[in-house]
Structures are given as C-alpha cells and as structure tokens.
C-alpha cells in the first residue's frame, strides 16, 4: 500500500490538478529555500507531477498523482460522512 501524501502535498497536488500550471508559476508559489518543505522537489521525486514539453513547460499530475490525490479526496468525503458523537455521549451516567 502506498504512503498517504502529506497534507501540503495533497495541498499542492490540488492546486496542479485544479486548472493548467506553467513550471515558472509552479516555481514562483512552491519553490522553497526551506529544507522542511520541498513540495515541489517531493512531488516530482515521488512521480506524483511531471513536467511535459513545449515553450511553457507545463506541469501537470502523474497517474500516481491523480490516484494519490483521489485517495486524499475521498478519504476526506469519509471524514465529513461520519458521525461524531458529542462529549456528553461518551460521559457516564451515573
């Protein structure tokens, strides 16, 4: 079973999945200097964007990106779904 993505990864996986990206606006809203936070760097190291050819070097979502992002998806539709119970009714009644 593959790992779940971090959240800034699902994060940024939506932000690639949501219209066409260029890898210059990709570099100017992810690039990171930080060592905590190569989302960018991950993501292409773990398959999930690549880069296509062309004058605009578009970015787009892999087949493992697309699947990792629609795992990430409905697993929280999964979350909303459920019921939560409020404190009281895990109180004991005495």
């Not at 990709?26 to 989302?39: I, K």
């Not at 296509?52 to 699947?67: C, F, P, Q």
């Not at 929280?76 to 409020?86: K, N, T, W």
């Amino acid at each position: 079973m593959e790992p779940e993505p971090s959240l800034i990864m699902i994060q940024f996986l939506q932000w690639v999945a949501d219209r066409p990206r260029r890898r210059a606006d990709v570099l100017d809203a992810w690039q990171s200097s930080c060592p905590r936070f190569p989302v960018w760097e991950d993501a292409r190291a773990e398959g999930l964007v690549r880069q296509t050819g062309g004058g605009e070097n578009r970015v787009e979502l892999t087949a493992h990106g697309r699947r990792a992002l629609a795992r990430a998806r409905a697993l929280e539709v999964g979350l909303q779904a459920s019921p939560r119970m409020s404190p009281r009714a895990n109180a004991r009644v005495n």
